[in-house]
């Protein structure tokens, strides 16, 4: 059975620095990986998604993600964060039947 | 943009009352889902459907449980007798299929007195 793993459920930075939100999964197939970001009271919104190619992804708002099956990863980075980046962020994946997954989530907090 | 739409917002209902919470998933979706949210919690899988019918479900998701898709454009999760541990954010998803990610709706906030 597949698995997500966030291995931080917070993460404090302040605006303008540099991001990274960390994501493990554990698989016996090939997989489909998602970042999604649910701001306060709001549903999932889909950030980036790997499917297969390139293993650099880029998404919506300046992130993007790296596919590193070695270490089954799929880290989340922003070179600059806003303070409008505040929000929960999950890592989910999918195997064939496309039934998503989710991490416990990793809430980012911007400071200014 | 089209989007996933749920209603109601909040429901609070008592133990052992009957809950519909309905969603509207984007016009040429094939494959819906379920999924909810304890608070605190990580958001876990309920159930999907393709083609008139449960193509998977969770362990969660038991007789108390169902799904329907009445009328070619709602879909709605029934919860039969309402305990308080049912509390939680529902959310509604729908996708084209294939692997390209699903969309959300706001979810519905369920709270069980």
């Known amino acids: 059975a597949q698995s997500v793993t966030q291995l931080d459920s917070q993460v404090p930075v302040f605006e303008e620095a540099p991001v990274e939100l960390r994501c493990n999964y554990s698989s016996s197939v090939s997989v489909y990986l998602f970042w999604y970001v649910q701001y306060p009271n709001q549903g999932l919104q889909l950030l980036l998604k790997?499917?297969?190619?390139?293993?650099l992804v880029k998404g919506i708002n300046g992130f993007e993600a790296e596919f590193n099956k070695s270490q089954t990863s799929f880290h989340l980075r922003k070179p600059s964060v806003h303070i409008s980046d505040t929000a929960e962020y999950f890592c989910a994946v999918s195997e064939w039947n496309y039934k998503l997954t989710f991490g416990k989530g990793t809430l980012l907090t911007v400071n200014p | 943009e089209p989007e996933v739409t749920q209603t109601p917002s909040h429901q609070v209902t008592q133990m052992g009352q009957e809950v519909i919470l309905r969603c509207v998933p984007i016009?040429?979706?094939?494959?819906f889902y379920w999924y909810r949210q304890i608070l605190g919690q990580k958001v876990e899988f309920l159930v999907s459907?393709?083609?008139?019918?449960?193509?998977?479900k969770s362990e969660i998701f038991d007789d108390q449980f169902s799904v329907e898709r009445p009328d070619g454009s709602n879909f709605t999760l029934k919860i039969r007798s309402t305990k308080l541990e049912d509390s939680a954010m529902y959310f509604c998803?729908?996708?084209?299929?294939?692997?390209?990610?699903?969309?959300f709706g706001q979810g519905t906030r369920l709270t069980v007195v």
């Open positions: 459907f393709y083609n008139n019918e449960i193509s998977e």
């Open positions: 016009s040429n979706h094939l494959y």
């Open positions: 998803a729908s996708s084209q299929g294939g692997a390209v990610g699903a969309f």
């Open positions: 790997y499917l297969s190619g390139s293993t």
